[in-house]
């Protein structure tokens, strides 16, 4: 009896306390990337004054989450576009000739 209440104190109890931390923080983060996606699409469709679906394909976090690079593509259209959306404002640019899209999306932002 005294053996297997200390084998479930000190192997049992912390493993499943390990597997709960676990699933917590990553659950969290899967959460977090989802609403951010969601984000991302529904400042789309408000730049681009549209309903249609809007696919999203290289999502990158900058500014230490504080913006977000990525492409994007309507149903209707063949190739994909960039975009940068400010997650703290929701503003989207679309320009990516622009200086806000280079500073943040631009390769030597990145790298």
């Known amino acids: ?18 597997v709960l931390l676990a ?9 977090s990337d989802s609403r951010l996606d969601d984000d991302a699409r529904a400042a789309l469709a408000a730049s681009l004054q ?8 290289n999502l990158q976090e900058v500014r230490y989450g504080y913006g977000v690079c990525g492409s994007y593509r309507l149903a209707s259209d063949e190739g994909f576009a960039s975009f940068y959306l400010d ?15 280079n500073t943040h999306c631009g390769l030597s932002a990145l790298c």
């Open 1 to 18: 009896m005294k053996n297997s209440r200390s084998l479930i104190l000190l192997v049992i109890v912390p493993a499943v306390a390990v």
């Open 23 to 31: 699933a917590a923080i990553f659950g969290s983060q899967a959460m």
């Open 50 to 57: 549209t309903s249609a679906p809007i696919e999203l394909a």
């Open 87 to 101: 997650t703290q404002s929701g503003e989207v640019e679309l320009d990516v000739n622009s200086r806000r899209f």
